[in-house]
Structures are given as C-alpha cells and as structure tokens.
C-alpha cells in the first residue's frame, strides 16, 4: 500500500469514529477540529495530509517541529499547534512557527511565549494545559485544577497572547471519562470569566470518543491516522 492510501485509510476510519461518536453525544461533528499529530513523521506526510483535506496539525518535540516545518509545501494553509511540554528557553522557537500554544501550564511560560510573540508583532494563540492526573506525573505536564483559572487570567492579561481555552491528557491507566468531565468543569470556570475562551482541547488516538462526549472542540490524534511512532518518549520534554 502507498504511503498515501495508508494516511487515507487511517484518516478516513478516524472520521468514521468522529461521526459515530458526535453521533452518540447528539454533537455537530462540524464544531470538532481534528488536529493531526505529526511528531516522528516527515514534512511529506503533512503535505500529503493536508491534500486529504487537513488542516489542522501538532506537533511536540520543537527542534523537530521548526526543521521539518520549513519543508512543507503546504505551510501557509495549515494552523499548527504546539502540544508538547515546552521549556522555557524554547519558547521564542515556538512562536516562530506555531499558531497556538496548547501546554501553558505555568507563569514563567506565559511570560517568555508573551515576549516573544510581543517581538514578532503577533497574537499567539494559547490553551491552558490542565493535570487531570491524580497525583503529579512526570513528563506529562499541565497545571493542578486548581492553579488553572489563575494562570488564564494571565495569559488574558498578556499582550500578544490571546487566551482560547484549556487542554488536557488523560491520566495514564484510568477511565477517561471522570477526568474529561473534570475538564469540561474547568473550561466552563474558565469561560465565565473569559467567554472567547471556548475551546477544549482533549482526546487522542485512545480515547477521542471519550473526548467527544465530554465537550472536546480540537482531538489531537496521532497514530490512529499516521501509524505508529517509536516507542521512546512519546510525550517527553520537547528536545
Ligand atoms: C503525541 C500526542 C498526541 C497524539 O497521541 P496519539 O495517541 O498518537 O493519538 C496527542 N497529544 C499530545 C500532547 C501528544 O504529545
């Protein structure tokens, strides 16, 4: 099978699962943005992917991310969001070529994404990534509930940064569902004070259903449509 037919097939049972599943939650599968998770794969898996009709794409890993983006062709018609754990001192990269910003989880970030979009004359957009996990777990990120709506304010407050909502994981080897309802919680505490901050960004490969019937607006899927990666470090640091 060519590259392509098995990029279509992946993307086409993916849609399939988005239909069946909005279909369930009494959703409009038209309000979901599927955002292809392209980390580990190369620049002509994206141009190919957008030829499918994506437009939409992730990345994690920033070294990765800025190289491989300078060779799509496509570039100009994708938005590309940023969903990997994000040091500090790689944050002027990121605004060079995301669109969005989803794993703000602490105010150094805010500051340092704020200032280098400030420098570049643009409006990052952000998501507030939110722990749902039960105690802290390394390598996965995101803010303790209860520093969220805090942190949202801050980006709000934020030239150049303009907050669009929150984003979250699954917490490894638990039911998804209690912690995507624990989310959706978060999102509307945050979207009473911040009403353009509407998106939720939650569900993957696993578990987009369980994303869907909790509200998610972005799924952030990966191997389900590109196959799967190697298995270091999926969700990792950004090198
Ligand atoms: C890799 C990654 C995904 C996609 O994961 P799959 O299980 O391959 O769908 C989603 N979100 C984040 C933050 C990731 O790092």
Redesign the pocket.
Known sequence: MSRRDELANGLQAVRERIQQASAAAGRDPAEITLIA?T?FFPASDIDVLHELGVTAI?E?RDQEAALKLAQVACRAALEVHF??QLQSKKAGSVVGYADVV??VDRPRLVEVLARAAQRRGRALKVLVQVSLEAQAAAGRGGAAPREVLALADEVQASDGLELRGVMA?APLGADPAPAFARLREVAHGIRERHPAATWVSAG???DLEAGIAAGATHL?????ILGS?PRLD??GPDR
């Open positions: 998770v980390k992730g994690s969903v990997g989803q794993s994981l993957m490969s696993a952030r899927v990966g191997s389900a990666r999926n969700f």
